[in-house]
T-cell receptor, first 116, second 116 residues
Framework: ETGVTQSPTHLIKTRGQQVTLRCSSQSGHNTVSWYQQALGQGPQFIFQYYREEENGRGNFPPRFSGLQFPNYSSELNVNALELDDSALYLC???????????????FGEGSWLTVV | AQKVTQAQTEISVVEKEDVTLDCVYETRDTTYYLFWYKQPPSGELVFLIRRNSFDEQNEISGRYSWNFQKSTSSFNFTITASQVVDSAVYFCALSDYTGTASKLTFGTGTRLQVTL
């Protein structure tokens, strides 16, 4: 086990609705990243939070937003859901610094989102 | 741009066979990190190994071994005497430091099926 926990594990939403996914990072880790994994694909980077600030973002529209809390837990919010948002959403935590240290990124089990 | 190619979409072997999963990467960075993750049906990405670009020594961990060749931009993964429990999707990933955030660029994965 990685110590990264996510909730909910599975959910079904209707197109146009909004969803919030939650993540608790591994103890001591100050950085949380979110990835989207469509069926049959590798995970794609959505964004990263470090010390409660978004410090990096992938090629995802603004309707994908997030938060990081003082205890380093995090939320991913997706507004105006589309059918293509159906995917496994993975949260990852790591211990980052101001430079690229190549620290290992540990993933949770993910939240399976189905948009109908 | 960073790119990871896993040309083998699916591999099927019989238990106790050796199997090699290929990974080829592209990067302009001189310092970078390579990773392998295992993804069982549950969805969690399980960390297997991290290798930095300055360390070309092969590594062995039990039945697992990794061959890193900078000259060919490859980081291949071999499972010796495969077992049914090795059945999973395996992802190769490359670190990408944006100046503020560290993210992983994944390949599309190789599905390994080990049968009795």
């Amino acid at each position: 086990e990685t110590g990264v926990t996510q909730s909910p594990t599975h959910l079904i939403k209707t197109r146009g609705q909004q969803v919030t996914l939650r993540c608790s990072s591994q103890s001591g880790h100050n950085t949380v990243s979110w990835y989207q994994q469509a069926l049959g694909q590798g995970p794609q980077f959505i964004f990263q939070y470090y010390r409660e600030e978004e410090n990096g973002r992938g090629n995802f529209p603004p309707r994908f937003s997030g938060l990081q809390f003082p205890n380093y837990s995090s939320e991913l919010n997706v507004n105006a859901l589309e059918l293509d948002d159906s995917a496994l959403y993975l949260c990852a935590s790591s211990l980052e610094s101001a430079v690229d240290s190549g620290n290992t990124i540990y993933f949770g089990e993910g939240s399976w989102l189905t948009v109908v | 741009a960073q790119k990871v190619t896993q040309a083998q979409t699916e591999i099927s072997v019989v238990e106790k066979e050796d199997v090699t999963l290929d990974c080829v990467y592209e990067t302009r960075d001189t310092t970078y990190y390579l990773f392998w993750y295992k993804q069982p049906p549950s969805g969690e990405l399980v960390f297997l190994i991290r290798r930095n670009s300055f360390d070309e020594q092969n590594e062995i961990s039990g039945r697992y071994s990794w061959n890193f060749q900078k000259s060919t931009s490859s980081f291949n993964f071999t499972i010796t005497a495969s077992q049914v429990v090795d059945s999973a999707v395996y992802f190769c990933a490359l670190s990408d430091y944006t100046g503020t955030a560290s993210k992983l660029t994944f390949g599309t994965g190789t599905r390994l099926q080990v049968t009795l």
